[in-house]
Each structure stands twice: as C-alpha cells, then as structure tokens.
C-alpha cells in the first residue's frame, strides 16, 4: 500500500514537474524562434547589401543553458523563401515562346503554309539601374533572326513622364502593340494585314514619351508621343533623315463598375509613304470592352473589342504594264501629284467569351479596303475555340473565310499551339 | 526692421513647412486586403491605406487595369506580399506608375515576406511539372497570425522610417496590435484546440501557415497540382483517400467553383467549408482580427459537427 502510496506520489511530482519543463520549453522555443527570426532577416539583409553571393549561412541555434534538457529537434524556420537564387540575381528574366501554326484548306494570296513554326520568341526583362528598365524580345522566325522590341523603360521621370527608347511596336490602336502570343486570335485582323503592315506592323526605332493626363476622378488619361525612324515595312519607308514618321496616341480607361471597364482609344500616325511618294497618314479609334467578375474571375470573362482605321495616302505609281507599283522611286515631277489619293478603310470586331476555367470562344467580323487598291475590299470572318491546358501553354482552332475583294473566297483552318517556358511573364492588359 | 520681418516670414514659413510635413498621411497602397487591413491597425490616422486586390479575388490573378494607376501613381509606398504572389500583374503596374518613390529599387517599396515565416520552400529542382509552383516557398503567409504580427512590426518599422516624426506614434500603435493581437490568438488556439491534428482537405495550397499554426493537417488538394483544375481521377484517388482516412472537411476558397468540392463531400459523407484566404472576402470580415475570427469559428463548427 505504502509502495503503491509512494509511487503514485513520484508520479505525480514527475509529471507535474515534466508539465513546467515542457511550457518552459515551449516559452525558451518561442523566444528563440523569435531570435532566429530577427538573426536571419538581418542575414537577409547583410547578404543583400553586398551583393556578391554568400554562402549559406547556417545560423547556429543559441545554446540552451546546460540545465535545460535539449531542446526536441525542429525544422529550421525560413525566413522570406529561398536564398539559393541569389547567384543568380543579377540576370535577367528569360522566357522562351514558341508558336507553332498549321493550315488546311484552300488558303488566300498570303495564307500560311501547312505547317510550320511560325515564331520563336526569345525574352529578357531585367530592372537595369535605378533609373530603368529594359526589354528585350527577340523573335526566331521562319526567315531569320528580327529584334522584335528592344528598348529601355525611364521609370523615375520627373512630371509624371515615361520615357522610352529603343525599338518598339508602335502605340498605334491596340493590335499594333500586342506580341502575336497574347493576341486571342491565330492571326491578325485583315484590316492590319492590309493598312498596318500585318504581323509586324509600325514597329521601329525611336523614342516614345508618355504621361497620365490630368482628368476628372475615376477617369485614366494617358497620352502617348513618339518619334521613329520612318521606316515600317508595308506603312512607311524613309528616304532621308528627314522622313521620320509620328505616331500620337490618346488613351481613356474607366471602371464602369467592379467587374466591368471600358477603354477607348485614338490614334494618328504619320510618316513617308511605302509605296508612293508622299504621305502616309493612318488614324484609328479602338475600344475594348472587358468584363470579369471578381469571384468567379478564374472561371468567366469576356471581352469585346473593335478598331476602326483610316489611311489617307497616294496611290502607287502606275508602272509600263498598268500595274501599281511598290517602287519608292521619286517620279518625274510631272507625274508627282497625278496619282490619286486613296483613303482606304477597314475595321474588325471581336469577341472572347471565357466559358471555363481553360476554355474560351470567340469570333471576329473583318472588314478593310485594299491598300494598293482601295476599290477591292476584303471581308472575312474567323471562329475561334482555345484551350488552356496550364497558364503556361495554349492550343487553338480557327476557322477563317475570307472574300478577297477580287472574288476569292478562302476558306481554312488554322492551328496554333503556342508554349512558354521560363520566367513567369506578366499578364497583358 | 528688413531683417525681423524677414526673419518673421522665415518663421512662418518654416512652420508652415513642418506642420505641413507632420500633417502629412503616408499614402499606402498594398496588394491586398490583409496587408491594408495591418497597415491601418499600425499607421492609425497617420497612414491612409488602401489595396489593389479585393479580398474574395484570387490575388494571382488580378487585372492590371489602369485605373490602379492613378492610385499608384500617389503612393507613398507600395506594400506587396512577394514570393511572386503577384508576379502576373504587379511589375507592368510599377513600372508604368510614372512613380519613382514605389519602384523596387526605391525605399517605398517594400515585400513583407522578408519578415515572416514561410512554408513549402521547395527544395531541390523547381519545375513547371509540379504545376503553378512559386519557387521562393508559399506565398499564403499572412494566415498564420503569428506572421501577422510580424508583418506589423516590419511596417511599423517602415512607417517610422519614412516618417521618423511619428515613430512614436508607429511604435505605440504596434504595441498595442501585438497585445491585442496576442490575446487574440489565446482566443483561437483554445477553440481549435480540441481539434488539433484533424485532417483535412484544401482546394488550392492556401493554407499551409493557416493549418500549421492551428495544428490542423492539410493530406491533401482538390487541385492536383497549383493552378490545374481538379481532375476526375484525381477527384476519385481524393474520395478513396477521405474515405481511408475518415477526412470529412474540404475548405475551399470563396473564387472557386464548388461544384467538385461538394460531389466529392457528398461521395464521402464530409463537408465543404468556405474559408476566407483575406480580409474582406466576406462583408463582415473588416479586420485582421475578423478574418481569423470569422474562419475558426466556421472551421470549429465544421469540426464540431463532424465528428
């Protein structure tokens, strides 16, 4: 009995004492824990202030006192995710985009082929100094290597002002400025085919300035000004020095509500003509509107879009066979002004409907006059279904009828897988 | 006389200046709703902040639409959780903000998962094969409280920076955060208590902090993997596994569809329980403290009822 007493009370002192050991175990495990905190944000910063790579640091875990049982072995706490990039902080950002196409059916002068990898498109951002950033996207095409954009981003401006300087897609529209991978569609648009120089579009080397203008609350103006060389293959083409081409550009953004928003657009370019001896003078009006409901904004969305265009050029000379010409060749000053002037038009309207998550439906009216010939208009119409197997890889359907104005119906579909790898890039607004 | 006047004039306007300058709020804006809602329990009246994401939107993917701009555009500084939570949207809006004081290079901006304690840092080789991996570790940090109070004294320590005038004012204002915030989590930790290593299923990795701290066990994901939508023979290996191992919860996230959570609950007799990942995904969750609120309670619930 006394045995049975005896026990019961070590027991009980055992336990009781164990129970205080443990809380003040667990207290002594907080405030180390804490400690260790403090130890490897200060680590975090020292290894950030100079730069060079450090090694991993171990921090050493402060001894308990020597009358403390030893603590139970714990997962070392990370502190702001993981160092070991830091090698490698200095380089930039590289992704990698291919777009593979393929086409069946009975295709237009400029269809695509059958198959083929139409783009590669190789891209380095990086933060380049305090000051700037730049951007690099250097495309891999089915004939050579093109510098797609080149330039750097002056960020700390005073008054407001981005500048930027480099080769660029132009700020003309809203087509022009997109990269084929996040176009919701295999193609472009016939009117930028015919009146935008197509795929490339107003792309060249220059500068661009741009500043949110003041305007009433809720409304976002921005106005963009650039200057470029003057030379677009299929827009414009430069001479001399002098033929440097414009490209102006208004912005006007407006949440309409938490889910909804419009944004409208002007634009005017003008520069050399490419294919008579004058100017070329485009003017567009573009308007998108986007609709995405935050709660369900992985699952729907839907987004309309229109661009209206104008050209006002001169005709290309007419040659010895009667045919127009795409000589920039000056003509006899007789002959300057006795080609007509041309005011071609086109426009195209969209829709995306995201039906879920990885799915999504759209389609496209086209419309746009001839360039060389703005009595041929072209009419099209394209379907389009595209699925997201990850955020990373995409593959479409396109079903595209075209009525070229000289009567020829085309009829295809088009295929396009398009894959990224690399750093994760920024989603396109 | 020139000379008192002047100096009378250089008085005022001094005192101008420095009232002005002490009068001045900090403009803050954060990516999200938790890091607002903190920011404002710490700056008080001193710091106007206000985020960019709602909080029942899927904070990786929001647009970067221009009217974020304008907000940017006045910042004082810019407060973003990091581990490339927002790598999709935030950069094209710093870099067009047009403001020199929030670009990662400058002071005001600043990526709170520096201070706080992060789970699921993969080791090893990183790859896409794994799905939307974040590569610096789990971004979903601001669930666990005690990484809350860390993001408040980080801020506080940034407020007092910028603006030293008030770093008494700051230093107060966390104090008594950390108290309130201590006292809370005795609160929470008592109601989960009778809980503690239950298992559980999550949609999306959300929660590995949130459950870590609460001594709850995440056996596994709706998705198959981040950012892939659920599969039907993942769906069946999910319901073979709650069945296994008698799971019953299935805490979803307010911006997924529940349609497979719930055909899946049904299947195996459990639950879907929509936690808030943020403050504001529901009306009443106001505040930090009301988000976890609002969460224990409807986990404990769950738990209570499911036995």
Not at chain 1, 52 to 78: G, I, K, W
Not at chain 1, 400 to 419: H, I, P, S, V, W
Not at chain 2, 159 to 183: I, N, V
Not at chain 2, 294 to 303: E, T
Request: neutral net charge.
């Amino acid at each position: 009995m006394i045995v049975l007493k005896l026990l019961a009370i070590v027991f009980l002192t055992v336990v009781t004492a164990a129970a205080q050991d443990s809380a003040e175990i667990l207290k002594r495990m907080k405030a180390m824990e804490d400690r260790i905190i403090a130890l490897e944000t200060e680590l975090r910063t020292l290894k950030a202030e100079r730069a060079a790579p450090v090694a991993q640091a171990a921090v050493s875990t402060p001894q308990p006192p020597p009358e403390m049982p030893p603590p139970p072995p714990e997962p070392p706490v990370q502190l702001g995710g993981a160092g070991a990039a830091a090698a490698k902080a200095l380089n930039p950002d590289v992704a990698v985009i291919g777009d593979f196409l393929g086409a069946a059916g009975k295709g237009g002068p400029n269809g695509p082929p059958a198959l083929e990898m139409h783009e590669s498109e190789a891209a380095f951002q990086a933060i380049l100094d305090p000051y700037a950033r730049a951007d690099f996207f250097i495309s891999f095409g089915q004939h050579g290597v093109d510098l797609e954009e080149g330039f750097i981003t002056f960020t700390s401006l005073p008054w407001g002002l981005q500048l930027r300087a480099g080769k660029m897609r132009a700020a003309f529209g809203k087509v022009n400025s997109l990269h084929n991978h996040v176009l919701p569609w295999a193609d472009r648009p016939l009117v930028i085919q015919n009146l935008v120089g197509g795929e490339d579009g107003i792309n060249d080397a220059g500068f661009s300035l741009s500043r949110i203008l003041p305007s009433p609350k809720g409304l976002f103006l921005e106005g963009t000004a650039q200057i470029f060389k003057g030379d677009s293959e299929g827009v414009f083409s430069a001479r001399n020095r002098k033929d440097v081409s414009t490209v102006e550009h208004l912005r006007a953004f407006r949440d309409l509500s938490e889910s909804t928003n419009l944004d409208l657009g002007v634009s005017y370019a003008r520069g050399h003509s490419a294919i008579a001896d004058s100017s070329n003078q485009l003017y567009s009006i573009d308007a998108t509107l986007r609709w995405k409901p935050l709660r369900r904004a992985v699952y729907h969305s839907f987004i309309a879009r229109s661009e209206f265009i104008w050209d006002r050029s001169r005709q290309g000379q007419l040659d010895a066979s009667g045919l127009i010409a795409g000589s920039i060749a000056p003509p006899p000053p007789a002959l300057r002004f006795a080609t007509p002037i041309s005011r071609p038009f086109g426009y195209y309207a969209s829709a995306d409907y995201q039906i879920a998550q990885r799915w999504f439906l759209g389609g496209r009216f086209d419309r746009s006059d001839e360039l060389l010939n703005s009595a041929l208009r072209d009419t099209g119409g394209s379907a389009i279904l595209t699925f997201w197997p990850s955020e990373f890889s995409q593959i479409r359907t396109q079903f595209r009828r075209t009525r070229y104005g000289d009567k020829l119906t085309a009829n295809e579909l088009l295929f396009q897988l398009q894959f990224s790898i690399g750093a994760h890039g920024a989603h396109p607004f | 006389m020139q000379r008192s006047k002047l100096a009378v004039i250089g008085g005022l306007f001094a005192s101008l200046l420095t009232s002005q300058a002490f009068a001045a709020k900090l403009n803050v804006v954060t990516t999200t709703e938790d890091l607002a809602a903190i920011a404002r329990e710490i700056g008080g009246d001193k710091v106007d902040a206000d985020s960019i994401a709602k909080g029942y939107q899927d904070p990786h993917f929001v647009e970067p639409k221009p009217s974020f701009l304008l907000r940017l555009q006045k910042a004082n500084l810019l407060v973003a959780v990091g581990l490339q939570l927002e790598i999709g949207w935030l950069p094209p809006l710093v870099t067009q903000s047009r403001n020199p004081k929030i670009q990662p290079s400058a002071g005001g901006y600043l990526e709170v998962s520096g201070f706080c304690k992060i789970a699921e840092i993969p080791r090893g080789q990183v790859s896409r094969a794994d799905g939307d991996v974040h590569p610096m570790g789990n971004p979903h940090f601001w669930l666990d409280p005690e990484n809350g109070r860390r993001i408040g004294k980080g801020l506080a320590d940034k407020f007092s920076q910028m603006q030293p005038g008030d770093a008494a004012y700051f230093a107060q204002r966390y104090a008594e955060f950390d108290k309130k915030l201590t006292a809370a989590i005795k609160g929470w930790d008592a109601k989960m208590a009778p809980y503690k290593g239950r298992k559980v299923i999550t949609y999306h990795r959300s929660w590995p902090n949130f459950c870590e701290h609460f001594g709850i066990v995440v056996a596994e994901y709706v998705e198959p993997k981040p950012g892939i939508p659920p599969s039907p023979s993942h769906s069946l290996d999910l319901i073979n596994l709650m069945n296994r191992e008698n799971i019953k919860l299935i805490l979803v996230e307010p911006y997924f569809d529940l349609r497979t959570p719930n055909s899946i609950a049904q299947k195996t007799n459990g639950k879907v329980v929509q936690l808030m990942p943020s403050v504001g995904g529901v009306k009443e969750i106001k505040d930090y403290f009301q988000l976890f609120d609002y969460d224990i309670s409807r986990l404990a619930d769950a738990f209570a009822t499911m036995k």
